[in-house]
């Protein structure tokens, strides 16, 4: 086995490591996030709130109604009780009831347009609580998926760094360092060479390089010095 495929097969291990790892904190992140219940839970609790407040109104409203509807009947049998004689009493009574009447009457149609909202506002806490309920069952499943998948993600990042420590114990510290330095200035630092090619910059190799880096020695391609790998 060529040193170059070695740091080829390690380069490969850690790529795969890192991106393991950044799942593993996407995934993390993403564990115990509830934006969405708290923004329905909260919207909920808002139209709640419009509801009884509404409630409150129709109730008031509806005191009031039944409070000048006993004036107006009160009013109403004295009228036509026969009792008061006298015109002017009479005339004052009348105008009294009907402006009782008409008072009533502009509150009876306050009171059928509360009504309605009262409806509306129903309405939409019963599709707000369907909504949170559906949210929340929801983020529950997602949390059992993400657990899981956090687990499975961690359990495949321990074999990952076995097989990282397995590869790296077979190559010489000198190589390891060249290996990290590279990988620190270019990203990757071994580069597969497919046609003469160098993968890492697609730059075509001398001769030369490719027949070193053929006899198995660690070639650096001379334009962007990744760690040459013949396949
Ligand atoms: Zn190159």
Do not use: F
């Not at 956090?150 to 510290?173: F, M, Y």
């Amino acid at each position: 086995m060529s040193v170059a495929r070695d740091l080829y097969r390690l380069q490969e291990i850690d790529l795969d490591i890192e991106s393991k790892e950044a799942a593993v904190r996407q995934t993390t992140a993403r564990l115990g996030e509830n934006e969405t219940v708290l923004s329905a839970r909260s919207r909920l609790a808002a139209e709640q709130t419009h509801l009884e407040e509404l409630t409150k109104q129709q109730r008031a409203l509806e005191w009031e109604i039944d409070d000048l509807s006993a004036k107006i009947k009160a009013g109403d049998k004295d009228l036509y009780s026969g009792r008061i004689r006298n015109p002017k009493e009479l005339s004052d009574l009348q105008q009294q009831t009907n402006a009782l009447k008409e008072r009533r009457s502009e509150l009876e149609d306050r009171a059928l347009a509360v009504m309605e909202e009262v409806e509306t506002s129903r309405r939409a806490v019963t599709g707000l609580t369907a909504e949170l309920r559906s949210v929340e069952q929801q983020w529950e499943a997602d949390q059992k998926r993400l657990t899981a998948e956090l687990a499975q993600l961690k359990e495949t990042l321990a074999g990952l760094r076995a097989q990282q420590q397995q590869v790296r114990s077979g190559i010489d510290a000198q190589t390891l360092e060249l290996y990290a330095l590279v990988r620190q200035r270019r990203g990757t630092a071994v580069a597969r060479v497919e046609q003469g090619i160098c993968r890492g910059c697609r730059i075509s190799l001398p001769v030369s390089e490719l027949q070193q880096a053929r006899t198995g020695r660690l070639v650096q391609c001379e334009s962007c010095s990744r760690i040459l790998y013949l396949p």
